[in-house]
């Protein structure tokens, strides 16, 4: 399946060999940001309604499935365990929203940072660059051995 998220105020899933709509959910406002597939979610940040987790493929609904929303900013961009963190460029704002249940777990602000990234290859690291071009490894406050990540690509701005 592919998901596509429009100005049409829609975010359709698409069965592209067979060249039909899955399944259809429509908003209030139009969608600028774009999906991601992560873990056994699509996520997706509506205006209006915060972080919105569908079940990419559900049974018998041609209308969609919302599996959960959390009043956080920005898109997906990782998975580290069973959290899933969302940064927003504009806010400098990255979030940890539980992916089960869409709680907010931790939000922090970095007003100096361009950009977060996620690095599967030094597992799950989360790595901030500064205006300045410095770049910063985060570490959890909690020794946890951490679980390898599973990133989305997104250019660097």
């Known amino acids: 399946a592919r998901y ?7 975010l359709s899933a698409f069965d592209i060999q067979r060249g039909r709509v ?13 999906p991601t597939r992560i873990g056994e979610g699509l996520h997706l940040q ?16 041609p209308e969609g499935k919302v599996r959960w929303k959390a009043a956080v900013p920005g898109d997906v961009q990782a998975q580290v365990g069973t959290e899933l963190f969302a940064w927003e460029q504009r806010t400098h704002t990255l979030s ?6 869409g709680r907010v777990i931790r939000t922090s602000r970095f007003p100096r940072a361009v950009a977060v990234r996620f690095t ?3 597992n ?3 790595v901030v660059m500064s205006r300045e071009g410095n770049v910063e490894r985060l570490e959890p406050l909690s020794k946890q051995s951490a679980p390898k990540a599973s990133a989305s690509a997104a250019p660097a701005p």
């Open 4 to 10: 596509v998220a429009g100005l049409d105020q829609s």
């Open 22 to 34: 899955l399944w259809q959910y429509f908003t209030t406002t139009p969608l600028r940001h774009a």
């Open 46 to 61: 509506i205006p209006g309604e915060g972080l919105v987790s569908f079940t990419p493929l559900p049974q018998d609904k």
């Open 96 to 101: 940890a929203v539980d992916m089960v249940t």
């Open 120 to 122: 599967a290859e030094v």
């Open 124 to 126: 799950g690291d989360r």
